[in-house]
């Protein structure tokens, strides 16, 4: 576990349709790492990062968990972990998100890594943002690198997805470099997978100045690609589903399965 209040990770995203037609895009994202019970000692990491308030790069609380300045991060995250039999003791809780970018910003993923007094990871979230201004949560306990996990799928994220199948989930941290996968599975197999690979940096004004000149466009551009790719498959013939009612139901239990080898080699595939 890192000692910094935050820090930044840079790296790239990737996505590939399979079924009914096969396409595949990528792109380059930056992100941000953040201690929940830390956010004032992050807040004065550099100039050009403040936290619940605007400037270059800024994280705002209400962005994510609850979203209420009523129920803090913390007591959001510990009753997500405890439906997965997770107990923190009363460790760190990193939050590895998309913060906003000149004032804006869309988090389709965030990953929260919940850590017990040891500094061992003891649990993961994977807080899942839709177009629609509606979230879910999907909770797994830590499990090794390499090993997997699936929970049923229990949120609309897309219109060319129905709301079944699964999701299985494949993630490794290992000091300075992160991974994940996440497939979309039904009874056939996979009909979408999409991984991250990024690397950590320090939180400096150099290291976001440099993220800036790169992507300028970093914080809206998020929500313009989600749209041109939806755009692109709709002109491909994507089947369109109807947003339904989000269900009552806002985490879903995300259970191991057994360590393979396939897990490792996929993450290294994409790395």
């Not at 004032?103 to 389709?108: K, N, V």
């Not at 009874?187 to 800036?212: E, F, Y």
Request: charged letters at 20%; glycine letters at 10%.
């Amino acid at each position: 576990m890192n000692g910094s209040p935050a820090r930044l990770w840079f790296g790239r995203t990737t996505h590939t349709r399979i079924k009914p037609f096969r396409r595949s895009f990528r792109h380059q994202i930056a992100m941000l790492e953040i201690d929940i019970d830390r956010l004032e000692e992050a807040d004065g990491l550099s100039h050009l990062f403040s936290v619940e308030q605007g400037n270059v790069i800024s994280f705002r609380s209400t962005d994510h968990g609850a979203r209420s300045a009523s129920v803090p991060l913390r007591l959001w995250a510990e009753a997500r972990y405890a439906e997965a039999g997770v107990r923190l003791e009363g460790g760190a809780i990193r939050l590895v998100t998309f913060p906003r970018v000149l004032g804006y910003g869309f988090a389709p993923i965030s990953l929260w890594f919940g850590y017990g007094p040891d500094g061992q990871c003891r649990g993961v979230i994977y807080e899942v943002h839709n177009t629609f201004g509606e979230t879910h949560s999907y909770v797994s306990a830590f499990y090794p690198a390499g090993q997997r996990a699936v929970g049923d799928k229990d949120f609309h994220v897309s219109p060319f997805w129905s709301v079944d199948g699964q999701y299985r989930f494949t993630l490794r941290q290992r000091g300075d470099a992160l991974a994940l996968i996440v497939e979309n599975l039904e009874a056939g197999g996979p009909l979408h997978v999409a991984s991250l690979n990024v690397r950590a940096q320090t939180l400096t004004n150099g290291a976001i100045a440099r993220w800036v000149v790169a992507m300028p466009f970093s914080g809206i551009g998020v929500m313009i690609a989600i749209y041109w790719q939806a755009l692109r498959l709709w002109l491909k013939g994507a089947r369109y589903h109807a947003k339904p009612e989000q269900r009552a139901r806002r985490t879903t239990l995300a259970r191991p399965i057994e360590n393979s080898a396939d897990a490792q080699d996929d993450l290294r595939k994409r790395a």
